[in-house]
């Protein structure tokens, strides 16, 4: 059996977390990526495929990890079973570095000279399980006329087994990076928390990318449905965390009380995918993001004075894995610029605050 290390072990120590602590399976070199086999208990929503992550080795003492993106489902509909199912179900060839480099652009393109992680190690955590990588359950969906369909919500064992799996492979990095896209973006302050308190010693930076505008009550259902809420109560830093009204807010706040973590986000003003999923929650009225986003950045900044935001006008969702990563100035203040100052510790200012309205009360 594989050493597990102390962190590993916090993990492995509940229930939910047990199955990701299997042995090392071995890993595959490709054209300068590595796959990692995910193992006993991981996997994808509907077992379409096998889990695995990528890495590429860099630096070992500068570590970044990032959370795919890929949408969730929470009902019948948005599962697939009776309509457009709104999430990915699959690692693929489509999520291989090597074969999509779509997939691994931006701050995930080691070779670009621009990148300010060009020199880290990147750990790339594909996404397969719409439950935005913390979900620990099983659900059936039914329909009237006998159609069924079995959701596995297990993205909390992959994610877990990717931060094992880093954690035991490099014992003492000075930066640990830890970000993520959409639904990646919502869990990575859970995620940089507990590497934060891992790596006591390092300076560990999060940056969530387009997901910062869900300003509404429903999210607790889904959370509760995929077994997130209660999950995450393992955790000494979330034990706290109510099942009845937890939000993705509280991720943020929880997280902004562990020293060596600085707390960012990325988000455009009028993201439409925020929009989307907004309307899926069934708040299909809402046809600007602005107030809603402005309202969060502001509850979230009384929490934590030290959190840093970059805001961006117009609707594109992410951008940190896109070309526009390498182009974007808002206010003259180049993207890159921000992020190289961000992940070495410089100091950085709120960048695109002309763009933020009068905030707007929680939807509910």
């Known amino acids: 059996m594989t050493k597990i290390s102390g962190f590993a072990a916090l993990l492995c120590a509940a229930a939910w977390a047990t199955n990701a602590c299997a042995d090392e399976p071995s890993a595959v070199d490709t054209a300068g990526w590595k796959a990692v086999a995910g193992g006993h208990g991981t996997g994808c929503a509907t077992d379409a495929t096998p889990y695995e992550f990528y890495v590429h080795e860099g630096d070992p003492r500068r570590v970044a990890i990032y959370f795919q993106g890929g949408g969730g489902c929470w009902n019948s509909r948005n599962c697939g079973l009776d309509g457009q199912k709104t999430f990915e179900n699959a690692v693929d060839d489509g999520d291989r570095p090597w074969l999509n480099k779509a997939v691994v652009g931006g701050i995930l393109d080691p070779a670009n000279p621009a990148n300010p992680l060009r020199e880290f190690t990147i750990v ?43 954690t035991q492979q490099y014992t003492n990095p000075q930066q640990v990076f830890v970000s993520g896209g959409s639904a990646g ?39 509760e ?11 000494p830093l979330y034990s706290d965390l109510d099942v009845a009204t937890a939000n993705f807010e509280d991720f943020y706040a929880r997280a902004a009380a562990v020293p060596n973590l600085q707390l960012a986000q990325i988000n455009s003003v009028e993201d439409r995918v925020q929009l989307f999923f907004l309307a899926q929650l069934g708040h299909a009225d809402v046809k600007s993001l602005a107030p809603l986003l402005s309202a969060d950045i502001g509850d979230l900044r009384k929490t934590n004075p030290k959190l840093r935001t970059y805001t961006m006008p117009g609707t594109v969702h992410t951008v940190l894995t896109r070309p526009d990563f390498y182009t974007a100035k808002v206010d003259d203040v180049a993207l890159t610029k921000w992020l190289d100052d961000l992940v070495n510790g410089r100091k950085t200012t709120n960048v695109g605050d002309s763009l933020l309205v009068t905030g707007a009360e929680r939807l509910q």
């Open 225 to 235: 449905l995929w077994g997130a809420t209660r999950a995450l109560k393992h955790d």
């Open 124 to 166: 790339f955590a594909p996404y397969c399980t719409a439950d935005v990588h913390l979900g620990v359950r099983t659900e059936r969906f039914e329909t009237s006329d006998g159609k069924r369909l079995d959701i596995a919500y297990r993205g909390l064992a992959n994610s877990q087994r990717v931060m094992d799996w880093v």
């Open 185 to 223: 973006a919502i869990p990575s302050p859970i995620f940089a928390s507990q590497l934060a308190r891992h790596y006591t010693k390092a300076q560990v930076v999060q940056l969530g990318d387009g997901a910062g505008g869900y300003r509404t009550h429903r999210l607790a259902p889904q959370l």
